[in-house]
């Protein structure tokens, strides 16, 4: 895909906001029509305008005005894009598109729903996906079913991002950055020029290189004694590029990329509380409100035991204090909290791919022909620990803290049987709260990640046939290893949860546009199918669990399975006039079945998608108005949903089918240039249906008692996304131009998961939604640009972000039986200046 230019500026026409922006020309020509966008999305370069797709492309002046840095600043920002970043984690994010979501993102056993790809090389997890990227050149996002081009795990869409290929002409970009919380920024991309000549000897030889860092000191302070404070920025990315032009048909790329992240998470915000039973009547502090009654009461016995008054009233009572605390906070960003284990995490990130294309030119029958291959492996190593609450439930040297209410309650059912009288078990478990604590919760997760992908591609054309065919290869291995503990001491310290996955897949795909002719060359019928087969496997090594109350003992075992789909798609393409062009396409997509790693043997099945689309595509007004625009419906089967459950005492996520769900919605992308320099954009997103089939929760007292949950599952992706940007050039001095650039991002409200719900004294619970608060985010962009310094350029920039400073989750956790509710929140508004130069 080329880089166009308007008013000599790079742009990307069809982002949802700034559809033109900053560059490298220090020329402007005043000019106030809409450039042509190309893009790659059918594997070869074709208009935008003429690509029977629904795509957004964003350009890197798009980019660099959006200040996207990796796949989680996408979100928001693109119609029917959004989804949220892992709580307790980083870089792990879930993107969700048209309401279909790839579940949590931190889990090594769960496929993403939506295709990521970096250079062409497909991501395999959405653990590490969200890594920063040194130089991103553009961006394609591609909405609805892809199964043909892109195969498995795309029945929501592809998001393909495009680093920045060498120029073979000496070239330096820096840009650095200052802002609040001590924010700091810096990016710089060499290139060299080339070495040789195309065509004569080894051809001609250039490199590119490419380095950023950001550094922004934590956004919330941490009120527990020598406690790190949560949520600060500390990432480094790197790129080496290499482009070796043997002859005018055939090149060689090459790309080495790598990311590191060293940060304190999140604060993980405790602002409610589940009930102690079933029916949901009781709620916990009054529960422990009783208890310190019941307590004093036992306290008053001669010969009761003296921990009641000396350890367990306290202890009851800071428990309380704190849980009163939380409550009476409530919802809304929090600017400190507490944490027993200071949470943090480190990401490392890297990959190379090689890319061979040879241009064969015609080969007769076959036309014009080019053939393609993508070699690319990737690692992935991430670790992370600490809270996943902000209640400090340390012990002081008294024995007296804030335990977890499951550990009071427990106490209490022990005192309640004894009276308030000392006993071998009950010692057994005081015991283990002085050696194991009575926290809440601490997560310990090592990951590590490998994936190998091979792709060959024929790329050829006729007077009247595109096609393209293919083969892909792809395998994969994971190592999981947590040690997480919750409701210390109950439920054990530290359990291993060990597990190792793999994944082969073979996939041949081919598809084809022919213009048969008729309706004066305006029809064009696409057609397209992919078969796949895979194996997953997955090696289960639970460590034994030793609690107050016995052992449970480890548990190991391997399983196996098989996968297959055919995939495909039909498209009817009509350019009513040179500038109106439209599409129907019924296209299918599949997402493989697999093991669920943090529940012992458990597996689930693969999912299907058929979707029909109708769209437009046109342009306006002597091309100064640009309006795209599709409906879809679809038809989701055996869809997978990712729930957060309590399984064994411990908090954790599964994948399960959920059953099915029909959909519709639609998008709208306008783009104008009513005036000379100036361009408005318009994006308009919105979504329909929840679930017309979900499967039951059922307790486990017998006879067993199920409950339908159909009437209370819900779609994770809020209902309507509108997008606004404007970009003007106001001001031309002889010094330099003058450029504001605005854009505002609202999303209508959503519910954090499909279904909270768990078993409490055996009964089934479907506990109440956290709902996701609609939310308005400004950003804005001031710039003197284009000054010039002899062959050099330099800009000076005012940003900022979250102007409106608003108070948005971003996600929640329902822990269900283990009784916290926590959300965590987007950044507050931030600020600073940026200085940009090029040569």
């Known amino acids: 895909m080329q880089i166009l230019k308007y008013r000599g500026y790079p742009v990307s026409v069809l982002s949802l906001a700034v559809a033109a922006a900053i560059g490298s020309s220090p020329v402007f020509s005043q000019v106030t029509g809409l450039e042509e966008v190309v893009v790659t999305a059918q594997k070869r370069e074709e208009s935008l305008q003429e690509t029977p797709i629904s795509i957004t492309a964003l350009g890197e002046s798009a980019i660099e005005n959006r200040g996207v840095a990796n796949t989680e600043d ?70 609805g079913p892809q199964g043909t081009l892109y195969g498995r795990n795309s029945t929501g869409g592809a998001v393909n991002v495009i680093t920045r290929k060498p120029t073979g002409e000496f070239g330096l970009r820096a840009t650095a950055s200052i802002g609040n919380y001590d924010s700091r920024q810096f990016k710089v991309n060499l290139d060299t020029p080339a070495i040789g000549q195309v065509g004569e000897g080894l051809g001609e030889l250039a490199l590119n290189f490419g380095y950023q860092t950001r550094l922004q000191d934590a956004l919330y302070d941490n009120d527990s004694p020598g406690g790190d404070d949560f949520d600060d920025i500390d990432r480094q990315a790197w790129q080496i590029a290499a482009r070796w032009t043997f002859s005018d048909s055939f090149h060689v790329d090459y ?39 019941a307590a004093q009461n036992w306290a008053t016995i001669p010969g009761s035991d003296p921990r009641l008054t ?97 550990v009071h309650l427990t106490l209490g059912q022990f005192y309640a049987g004894s009276s308030g009288f000392a006993f071998p078990l009950l010692d057994g478990l005081w015991s283990a709260i002085d050696s194991g ?75 084809a546009t022919w213009t048969p002719g008729w309706l004066d060359e305006r029809l064009s019928l696409t057609g397209g199918l992919r078969y796949t087969e895979e194996e997953k496997s997955i090696d289960y090594n639970y460590g034994e669990v030793v609690t107050p109350f016995g052992v449970t003992p480890a548990m190991s ?10 995939s495909g798609n039909f498209t009817v393409s009509y350019q009513a006039s040179d500038d109106i062009n439209t599409y129907l396409t019924y296209s299918t997509g599949y997402r493989s079945g697999g093991f669920n790693g943090e529940i012992f043997d458990n597996s689930y099945d693969e999912e299907t998608i058929e979707q029909y689309e109708i769209g437009l595509k046109s342009d306006w007004w002597d091309n100064r108005l640009r309006v795209n625009a599709s409906l879809y419906s679809y038809t989701y089967d055996d869809l997978q949903v990712t729930q957060s459950k309590v399984v064994n005492g411990a908090a954790t996520t599964q994948i399960a089918n959920a ?57 994770q992706s809020p209902d309507t996304q509108v997008n606004l940007a404007l970009d003007y050039i106001f001001g031309r001095t002889g010094f330099g131009d003058i450029r504001g650039y605005v854009q505002v991002n609202y999303q209508s409200e959503s519910v954090e998961n499909a279904l909270w719900s768990g078993v409490v004294g055996g009964d089934p619970v479907i506990y109440d939604q956290i709902g996701m608060d609609a939310r308005t985010l400004v950003d804005a962009r001031l710039s003197l640009e284009n000054i010039r310094f002899g062959d050099s350029t330099l800009r000076v920039t005012l940003w900022g972000k979250n102007l409106l400073d608003d108070d948005y989750p971003t996600y929640s956790i329902n822990f269900g039986g283990l009784g916290l509710v926590t959300e965590q929140y987007g950044p507050p508004r931030t600020y600073g200046l940026e200085f940009s130069y090029e040569y």
């Open 557 to 566: 075992v391997s399983r196996e399975e098989e996968f297959d789909n055919i």
């Open 255 to 293: 790309s080495y990329d790598e990311s590191e992240l060293d940060e304190a998470l999140p604060l993980q915000q405790t602002v409610g509380f589940t009930k102690v039973d079933a029916a949901g009547t009781i709620g916990r502090i009054d529960a422990m409100q009783g208890l310190v009654a």
């Open 74 to 143: 996408l979100m928001g920002q693109i119609p029917g894009l959004s989804g949220f970043s892992s709580p307790g984690s980083r870089s792990a994010v879930a993107l969700n598109m048209r309401g279909i979501i790839g579940g949590s993102p931190a889990n090594l056993s769960i496929d993403p729903a939506i295709a990521l790809y970096m250079n062409g090389v497909y991501i395999g997890k959405q653990v590490g996906s969200a890594m920063d990227v040194a130089e991103i050149e553009r961006i394609e996002v591609l909405r």
């Open 437 to 511: 604590g009575a926290f809440h919760t601490l997560q310990n997760t090592l990951t590590n990640y490998d994936q190998w992908s091979q792709e060959l591609q024929m790329v050829g054309s006729t007077d009247r046939l595109n096609y393209v065919l293919g083969v892909y290869y792809f395998e994969d291995e994971g190592e999981y290893r947590r040690n997480a503990t919750f409701a210390a001491p109950l439920n054990g310290i530290g359990a291993d949860q060990y597990y190792d996955n793999a994944t082969d897949a073979l996939a041949f795909f081919a598809q």
């Open 659 to 715: 059953g099915a769900a029909e959909r519709w919605g639609g998008e709208i992308e306008v783009t104008a240039a009513p005036v000379e320099d100036l361009i408005v954009s318009f994006s308009y997103a919105y979504i329909h249906g929840d679930f017309e089939e979900y499967g039951q929760i059922c307790g486990t007292n017998v006879p067993i008692t199920c409950l339908d949950t159909t009437d209370d599952a819900r779609r």
């Open 310 to 406: 000396e350890r367990w009233i306290p202890s009851l009572q800071e428990t309380i204090s704190a849980y009163q605390k939380a409550e009476a906070q409530g919802q809304g960003r929090a600017s400190s909290g507490r944490a027993d284990f200071s949470p943090s995490t480190y990401n490392e990130v890297s990959g190379h791919s090689l890319t061979l294309e040879w241009d064969a030119g015609n080969l007769g029958a076959l036309g014009d022909v080019s053939f393609r291959s993508i070699s690319a492996r990737r690692e992935l190593e991430t670790f992370v620990t600490g809270d996943l609450e902000d209640i400090d439930s340390r012990i002081d040297e008294d024995g007296i803290g804030a335990y977890s209410d499951l």
